[in-house]
């Protein structure tokens, strides 16, 4: 075969047609998500408690943090368990803490539960 035939435009051109097609794309996309999730997984460092309140403090921290955190507060989240949810999250929490398994946090955006730290409302512990 002829060089110029496999590198001509009109094929470059084509094959480019194929990789972004409205199939292709999303499929990439799908596939790079999950290395973008893991780039910075987050530990649970240490867990303690205050009469109905948890405190967890981990080794990294996902985005920033709201103004009601004090400054030493950049990696400690709280919750309460007063409530049914919050001693299933501390189950969650626990178990993350004793497989040393990374976790995703969501947090509130606000200090609710625990003056200087930022609410937990929910764990989703990954997979290693």
Do not use: W
């Amino acid at each position: 075969m002829n060089q110029t035939t496999l590198t001509s435009p009109a094929r470059l051109t084509a094959t480019l047609k194929a990789l972004c097609s409205a199939r292709v794309i999303p499929a990439v996309i799908a596939l790079l998500m999950p290395l973008c999730s893991q780039a910075n997984p987050i530990y649970i460092k240490d867990i303690e408690v205050i009469r109905s309140f948890v405190i967890v403090t981990t080794y990294g921290t996902q985005g920033g943090k709201p103004s009601c955190t004090s400054s030493d507060a950049s990696y400690k989240v709280a919750f309460n368990t007063h409530t049914l949810a919050g001693q299933n999250l501390y189950l969650n929490v626990l178990g993350a803490a004793t497989r040393k398994l990374p976790v995703e946090m969501k947090r509130s955006g606000d200090c609710r539960d625990y003056p200087g730290h930022e609410s937990l409302l929910g764990l989703t512990i990954k997979r290693p």
